[in-house]
């Protein structure tokens, strides 16, 4: 049952999560659990390689098992 009071902030927008007594979700500085808040983080994507396409068969550069039949 939610027994703490939400913080002015998540009252003022209408937000309807709840922030556990230790664990803050919103992030906002008069929540009573703020101390507990962390940014998330984005993980970097830029290193990620594409995925093939269907051409990627096509365009291999050394013969297969395939090949020979």
């Known amino acids: 049952m939610n027994t703490a009071p939400p913080c002015?902030?998540?009252?003022?927008?209408?937000?309807?999560?709840?922030?556990?007594p230790l664990r803050c979700y919103c992030g906002h500085k008069d929540c009573h659990a703020a101390a507990s808040y962390y940014e998330p983080t984005i993980p970097d994507v830029s290193n990620v390689r594409e995925k093939p396409t269907s051409t990627s068969w096509a365009n291999r550069k050394?013969?297969?098992?395939?090949?020979?039949?």
């Open 8 to 20: 002015r902030t998540c009252a003022d927008v209408n937000r309807r999560g709840y922030c556990a």
């Open 62 to 69: 050394e013969s297969t098992w395939i090949d020979q039949m």
